[in-house]
């Protein structure tokens, strides 16, 4: 039932729904435990990174194309910045996160460099207001130039701030696939021990544990859950 999901109260989660041949309402249970939870954070990271991928590489078309807004196009990169550096990051909800040091080796290390200037840019920029050479601010006393009449003659903001950083496309194209195939060899490898640790669980305990999505509670798919 493609059209539909289901919000699960009790897990705060959006659940897919299923159906058999008949049309029948498929029960779910969740699988708990690290590898599943670890399994499950790989994949979310594969997905945030498959749209910074589609993201950059509509942003080379639309690069050039002088009829769309400047900060249409920064922000595309600023937004895909910030989600690529969630899978860098830790938190509460995946409870897994990439490392540097074990992505960015052998082949890889060659991205290393942009990497954390990209973390840089979304830390102390984008993220937070730091620091940075992609911001800075001041406020500057504006004098008179004669020094036989000294007098302050106003006081000014003084800041820069980035507001593109188009130049460097291909390279973020470049560090988000190579850390996609990070990613992908990460899944590559948990999947058996995932079926591995599923088979080891009864069925009726499953079953036993099971909720059937309730039709009343049904929300319309859109493009705002995927």
Do not use: W
């Not at 991928?53 to 942003?59: D, E, M, T």
């Not at 590559?188 to 640790?197: A, D, G, M, S, Y």
């Amino acid at each position: 039932m493609d059209s539909f999901i289901y919000y699960d109260e009790e897990k705060k989660l959006m659940i897919h729904i299923y159906e058999d041949n008949e049309g029948r309402l498929c029960p779910y249970a969740f699988l708990e435990g690290p590898i599943f939870k670890q399994y499950a954070a790989y994949i979310s990271m594969k997905k945030d990174l498959i749209d910074c991928i589609q993201a950059i590489s509509y942003l080379k078309i639309i690069n050039d194309d002088n009829t769309i807004p400047q900060i249409v196009k920064s922000s595309l990169l600023f937004s895909t910045i910030v989600k690529y550096a969630k899978c860098f990051t830790s938190g509460e909800g995946r409870g897994t996160s990439l490392n540097k040091s074990t992505v960015f080796r052998n082949e890889y290390s060659s991205l290393l460099d942009f990497h954390d200037t990209t973390m840089e840019l979304r830390n102390k920029y984008l993220a937070h207001a730091g620091n940075s050479e992609h911001e800075s601010r001041a406020i500057l006393a504006i004098l008179n130039p004669d020094k036989e009449n000294k007098k302050r003659e106003k006081i000014v903001y003084s800041g820069i701030r980035l507001k593109d950083d188009d130049v460097h496309i291909d390279d973020y194209m470049e560090l988000f696939q190579g850390v996609m195939e990070h990613v992908d060899k990460k899944i590559e490898t948990l999947l058996p021990i995932v079926n591995q640790k599923a088979d080891e669980i009864e069925l009726e305990e499953l079953y036993k544990k099971s909720k059937i999505p309730d039709p009343d509670k049904f929300i319309p798919f859109d493009v705002n859950f995927i």
